[in-house]
């Protein structure tokens, strides 16, 4: 493992430096919030042949480069046309459609799909991602397979995870297997530069040993990219560590549904660092992991480092941060369920121990959401009414620092964005999907949650963010209607300066009657924005001779318009089964054409800074070192 440099902070000023001011929220042009959306899925050419029996993932990805947004699904069927006659049952295809204009379509484009992509099959459990891993300027996939060696009734189909080269036209290389992975029981996928040398690195989420039998999940795989396609595994907190009931602190592997890289907390007095945090999000209502790099963990200095050997340079802070369950811890299961268990065995539970006591946290989202100049979080959790008030609810969790500067994640009841009907035991809240975005475009973050598995009106909801900074429920208001809903992803597809919304589907636990003439669809809902309201949206470029990864992933940009401060950070791939939304930086503006003032730091070693005085409402490509040039 190569030695990660102190950071030294270098600034090309374009412009006027600005200081610090009060933030005052954006409006709309007339105060209203018309916004709604439109479902364009049968007009852009994603409807029927892109409809399947199961469409649980779906991304979007720009596939050659161009800034228009192609679409990448999972389907259980394959293209019209193609003979998948070794395709053993269960298996599913990956399908690529690329954003193609064409003067004649409604929407002035369409999406085509591509006959050959040279992609393998994948299986339950397998994600798939892309990004530039090679620095050439093109997508590359990355597939992580879920190996379940341990489950007598697994049979083992030989694939492993590995990455695929990208062509520049949505077909790819032979797989190149990742040596350095854990084969297991993959489920989550994040990519970023973990250790800030211009080379996207992966993090993977794995799952149990072996579900039902045993508690144990693996451990999780940070690989470093240490030279172009080559991939070493890093020590890691929980290496060494089997489950252990009698263990408080849970040191074993858990079950993990969702893994990010993230810039959270400020750099720890005593030493710098530019590398943002790892999110571990757990299943099994098992605590989350938020890890921190901690060079305090070396056991030799830097320029001792030896060659292939992997040292632990993370710790989990999760529990002094609040970012490991909510404070409900006692396990209890409600008096209902223990009635009905005295005449039905099938419901009869001990109440459980504080290590199990907490979430079935699925996915998150990362965004300034109270405008106070730092990242706060929200959590999807799958939530039943028998499982007690000790089962963690999807929440939004508000950074605060104490007197000592010391950063907590803060539940803030004002923020509650709970379903559940009254007078109902026995309720579900399938919450596998979120993001933070900013919908209306009036500079304030508004929430997209994306609920399915259980068939009590789980579906996509839009909330979106008052004045006051609560939440209201505009789901049916701005027309969005899906429910059993899945993956979702985020792009701008018209170019109009406001997020489109990618969603799978499947009926997964419906009622026959429920599923009776229907079929799960892919669907696209375009965002219709309130007439005169605008936007700024940055498409980020990173200078490799600089040391920054080309797909800038892990930059923040900080902008300030109107007396408001706002800031993102471009996350990219990350979350649930390896969530991905089109790699952009997207601010809502209200009615204001002009930004005073764009900040950026990129994600090099050095934490170099870029600001941008007087900056035009619209869309832009920056590469690292230049100036905003328009997107026509």
């Not at 395709?87 to 999406?111: D, K, N, S, V």
């Not at 899906?482 to 300066?497: F, K, M, R, Y």
């Not at 309201?533 to 001779?545: N, T």
Request: charged fraction near 25%; glycine fraction near 12%.
């Amino acid at each position: 493992m190569r030695a990660i440099r102190p950071v030294v902070r270098h600034v090309l000023c374009v412009g006027i430096v600005s200081v610090s001011a009060p933030r005052a929220l954006c409006t709309p042009p007339d105060g209203s919030r018309g916004m709604t959306f439109e479902d364009i899925t049968d007009a852009v050419g994603l409807g029927e042949d892109a409809a399947g029996t199961a469409i649980a993932r779906c991304a979007f990805v720009d596939f050659g480069g161009d800034g228009r947004p192609d679409v990448a699904i999972q389907s259980s069927r394959p293209a019209p046309g193609a003979l998948p006659a070794d395709a053993p049952p269960g298996a599913r295809f990956i399908r690529l459609f690329i954003h193609t204009r064409e003067e004649q379509a409604p929407l002035g484009f369409r999406y085509v799909e591509k006959e050959t992509t040279n992609l393998p099959l994948l299986y339950g459990g397998d994600c798939v991602a892309f990004a530039d891993l090679d620095n050439d300027g093109i997508a590359d996939a990355i597939i992580t397979r879920y190996i379940d060696s341990q489950n007598e009734q697994w049979t083992d189909h030989g694939l492993r995870t590995a990455w695929h080269r990208g062509n520049g036209d949505a077909t790819f290389g032979p797989a190149n297997p990742i040596a350095a992975a854990t084969p297991a029981t993959t489920c989550a996928l994040a990519v970023g530069d973990a250790d800030r040398d211009g080379r996207l690195d992966l993090f993977l989420g794995n799952w149990y040993r072996h579900y039902g039998p045993s508690l144990d999940g693996h451990h999780n795989d940070l690989l470093l990219q240490t030279a172009p396609g080559v991939f070493q595994r890093v020590g890691w907190g929980t290496d060494g560590y089997l489950f252990d009931e009698d263990d408080a602190d849970d040191r074993g592997g858990r079950p993990t549904y969702g893994v990010m890289f993230a810039d959270l907390l400020p750099t720890p007095i005593g030493y710098n660092h530019p590398l943002a945090e790892i999110v571990e999000l757990n299943y099994g209502r098992r605590w989350n992991r938020l890890h921190l790099w901690d060079p305090t963990l070396l056991s030799v200095s830097p320029a001792e480092f030896a060659p292939g050997v992997a040292y632990p340079l993370w710790r989990d802070v999760a529990p002094a941060t609040g970012v490991d369950g909510d404070a409900v811890r006692h396990g209890r299961y409600p008096e209902w369920l223990k009635e009905r268990a005295k005449e039905d065995a099938r419901f009869d539970r001990e109440d459980e121990r504080p290590f199990r006591s907490n979430g079935n946290t699925f996915d998150c989202a990362v965004g300034d959401v109270d405008g106070d100049g730092d990242f706060d979080l929200f959590l999807a959790e799958i939530t039943h009414g028998w499982a007690g008030e000790s089962s963690d609810r999807s929440r939004f969790l508000v950074n605060e620092a104490d007197s000592l500067g010391r950063r907590r994640f803060v539940e803030d009841q004002r923020l509650n964005v709970d379903r559940i009907p009254e007078g109902v035991n026995n309720w579900n809240q399938g919450d596998l999907f979120c993001e933070l975005a900013d919908f209306d475009l009036d500079g304030r973050l508004d929430l997209l949650l994306s609920s399915g598995d259980y068939a009590d009106n789980q579906r996509l909801r839009l909330f979106l963010q008052r004045e006051d900074g609560s939440f209201e429920d505009a789901t049916q208001r701005v027309g969005l209607d899906h429910d059993g809903s899945q993956q979702i992803s985020l792009a701008d597809v018209d170019g109009d300066g406001s997020p489109d919304i990618l969603v799978g589907q499947t009926f997964n636990r419906f009622a026959p009657e429920q599923r009776e003439g229907r079929e799960p669809r892919l669907r696209l809902f375009r965002s219709v924005p309130e007439a005169g309201a605008q936007s700024l949206v940055l498409r980020l470029r990173g200078d490799v001779d600089a040391g920054a990864a080309r797909d800038a992933l892990g930059a923040i940009v900080r902008v300030r318009v109107g007396g408001a401060r706002m800031q993102r950070q471009l996350i990219g791939i990350g979350g649930h089964a390896g969530k991905q939304h089109d790699f952009l930086l997207h601010f809502g503006l209200g009615a204001a054409p002009v930004v005073e003032e764009v900040e950026v730091i990129w994600p090099d070693a050095a934490a170099t800074v870029q600001r941008f005085a007087r900056v035009a409402a619209g869309q832009y490509r920056l590469k690292q070192g230049g100036n905003p040039e328009p997107i026509p």
